[in-house]
């Protein structure tokens, strides 16, 4: 496992599971803590694979727990990701930073924007199956053409017509290269 901006809680600690965590199960650290995961991660199993260890591991033996994170989580966990200019989150990840803010939770993923969010949010994160980001990245979005910045959301400049891109301001990802 890589590094993470994990800290060592007494007691038995809470860990947030993503979506692939589930497909990584073998690779969590030892199972002497509590894991959650939210029912936006649960929809997101996508494949028949996926669907069927997230079953398993919530109803058997009661080792996942399902909570859904409040009003306040999320918009805690939005103005995260809009102060970096991370647009790439599922619903899903949104759900898992906003239940990890407010339960003072670890996240297990290997989702590099996930992790960028969780760094920029102050959430600890264990990568499972990558190295895991190195330092947060923090984005900006500005026209191909004419460099006009725009905020998050925009694809075309309302000036030249060309197509607006998401743009690195600083930082650097794992050895993948990014999110």
């Not at 590094?3 to 599971?17: N, V, Y």
């Not at 760094?119 to 979005?141: D, H, N, W």
Request: aromatic share 4%; net charge positive.
């Amino acid at each position: 496992m890589g590094a993470s901006s994990e800290s060592k809680p007494a007691g038995p600690a809470l860990l947030i599971l993503d979506s692939p965590a589930f497909l990584q199960l073998h690779r969590l650290p030892p199972l002497e803590r509590e894991l959650l995961t939210t029912p936006q991660v649960v929809s997101e199993a996508v494949s028949a694979e996926a669907r069927i260890r997230v079953a398993q591991a919530a109803w058997a033996g009661g080792k996942v727990r399902i909570a859904a994170p409040g009003k306040v989580g999320l918009a805690r966990a939005g103005r995260a990701a809009a102060r970096i200019g991370e647009t790439k989150l599922s619903a899903a990840d949104m759900s898992v930073l906003a239940l990890a803010l407010e339960t003072g939770a670890r996240v297990a993923t290997d989702d590099y924007a996930l992790q960028n969010a969780c760094r920029a949010a102050g959430v600890g994160f264990v990568p499972l199956a990558q190295k895991g980001i190195a330092s947060e990245r923090k984005y900006s979005f500005a026209c191909i053409g004419c460099g006009k910045a725009f905020p998050p959301g925009k694809a075309v400049c309302d000036e030249c017509g060309n197509p607006v891109e998401r743009r690195i301001l600083r930082g650097k990802v794992g050895p993948s290269g990014g999110p």
